[in-house]
């Protein structure tokens, strides 16, 4: 099994990024029980327990079976993941499973299951791709990512990251960077 994760902490400075570093450990110590909604749940459970500074995260988990390509996931209010399809289609996985994590303890968390094809790239994203600017403030924003998605057919994962990067640059110019940016491609 693979387990991908990717998330968006509110905030910013050290606080935040320490508040994501326990994301992240937590997400490793309970990544044994191989349900994405498990994870997810007790995640949240841990969070909620000790953020006196009210700080969220919106989070991704996936868990993809290696050998079937089945993917259990839960989406805590992230942005949508994509699934880039080798034959040309391209689908946002738009189920979404609950609130950002650390809010509310004992939230229930469900979870779907999709089946990757041979080929199919998972690429999942921090809002800072869609919320790039360019000189008039003008947002990058989904329709664009999805335009530029059905262009990256038949890529490998890192020539998919490469050229979304490539795109919210050239899209940015001279403005400056706003937010952070984080994609992840998994090709199965």
Excluded: W
């Excluded at 498990?38 to 006196?52: P, T």
């Excluded at 664009?144 to 038949?154: H, S, Y």
């Amino acid at each position: 099994h693979l387990l991908v994760a990717i998330g968006d902490v509110s905030g910013k400075g050290i606080p935040a990024a320490l508040f994501m570093a326990v994301v992240t450990t937590l997400i490793k110590s309970n990544a044994k029980m191989l349900s994405a909604k498990d994870i997810v749940n007790q995640v949240n459970n841990e969070l909620s327990d000790k953020n006196s500074n009210q700080y969220f995260v919106t989070l991704f988990v996936a868990i993809i079976d290696v050998r079937s390509g089945m993917m259990d996931y839960c989406n805590a209010a992230h942005n949508y993941p994509y699934i880039i399809h080798s034959g040309g289609d391209v689908y946002a996985l738009t189920k979404s499973h609950g609130l950002p994590l650390g809010i509310y303890k004992n939230k229930t968390y469900r979870s779907n299951s999709v089946q990757l094809k041979h080929d199919d790239v998972l690429l999942l994203y921090t809002d800072g791709v869609i919320n790039a600017m360019d000189s008039n403030n003008q947002h990058y924003g989904v329709e664009k990512l999805e335009k530029n998605l059905n262009n990256l057919i038949d890529l490998t994962a890192e020539e998919t990251v490469v050229k979304l990067i490539k795109s919210v640059s050239i899209y940015e110019g001279d403005s400056k960077q706003a937010d952070d940016i984080t994609l992840v491609a998994v090709k199965y």
